[in-house]
């Protein structure tokens, strides 16, 4: 997916920092945030979205990202919401599988990101 802006970050071929990286997984903060912690954890490997036939190991790793950056952010015990947007309709813009980690502030019962 050499157009994929996600595989490029994920990557190294455009320069991020990261909250979190393993073999399969990377976590870096949000573009445009939409609460006071919003970060992405994006897999290495271009997977269209969640239901794209996603190794289990990927999986996990994204569930240790998770934790990793709910630690690292302050947001672990207060609460934090986890929302992987998954096809046009639902709002993904970015076709590469992506889980948005929110928090930091009351979250209500919105359907953040809007
Ligand atoms: P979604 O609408 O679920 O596909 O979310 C895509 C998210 O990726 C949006 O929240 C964007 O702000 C974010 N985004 C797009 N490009 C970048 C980028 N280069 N670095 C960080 N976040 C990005
Ligand atoms: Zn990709």
Do not use: W
């Not at 813009?93 to 979250?107: C, E, N, Q």
Request: hydrophobic share 45%; net charge negative.
């Amino acid at each position: 997916m050499s157009d994929c802006i996600f595989c490029k970050i994920a990557n190294g071929e455009i320069p991020s920092e990261f909250l979190y990286e393993d073999d399969n997984v990377v976590a870096f903060n949000d573009l445009n945030p939409q609460a006071p912690v919003h970060v992405l954890v994006v897999p290495k490997a271009h997977h269209d979205n969640f239901v794209d036939d996603v190794p289990a190991e990927t999986l996990l790793s994204m569930e240790r990202a998770v934790r990793a950056v709910a630690e690292r952010t302050g947001v672990a015990e207060s609460g934090f919401r986890c929302i992987m947007n998954t096809g046009a309709a639902a709002g993904q813009t970015v076709m590469h599988l992506h889980m948005h980690v929110l928090g930091g502030r009351g979250l209500g019962e919105g359907l953040l990101p809007a």
